[in-house]
């Protein structure tokens, strides 16, 4: 299994940015796919998880400003990110997660989100 992540750039506080993970096999593999983020000197924390294609949950500090969605004919999950504040910044990487637990990680892009 492969997760090829794209998107992340630089952008002004306020602004937005949309990240995509393209899946090598059928989504639907997965239990669980989603985004984390890290920070240097911090550990990765879970932005947003989707399951099924249909249940969805956010960490609070993006709630009402993140949104993760699933092109199923694209095997490819999304990460649209609205009004994008200095503390988004980070390395956002994809995960997928399988039946029997095993993590699958893609290769991080870098969000940088500029006062």
């Known amino acids: 299994v492969q997760l090829q992540a794209s998107g992340g750039g630089l952008v002004q506080a306020g602004g937005s940015l949309r990240l995509s993970c393209a899946a090598s096999?059928?989504?639907?593999?997965?239990?669980?796919m989603g985004w984390y983020r890290q920070v240097p000197g911090k550990q990765r924390e879970l932005v947003a998880r989707?399951?099924?294609?249909?249940?969805?949950n956010y960490a609070d500090s993006v709630k009402g400003r993140f949104t993760i969605s699933t092109d199923n004919a694209k095997n490819t999950v999304y990460l649209q990110m609205n009004s994008l504040k200095p503390d988004d910044t980070a390395v956002y990487s994809c995960?997928?997660?399988?039946?029997?637990?095993?993590?699958?990680w893609g290769k991080g892009t870098q969000v940088t989100v500029s006062s």
């Open positions: 995960n997928a997660v399988s039946p029997i637990g095993i993590n699958y």
């Open positions: 096999g059928s989504i639907f593999t997965f239990n669980y």
């Open positions: 989707i399951s099924s294609g249909v249940a969805t």
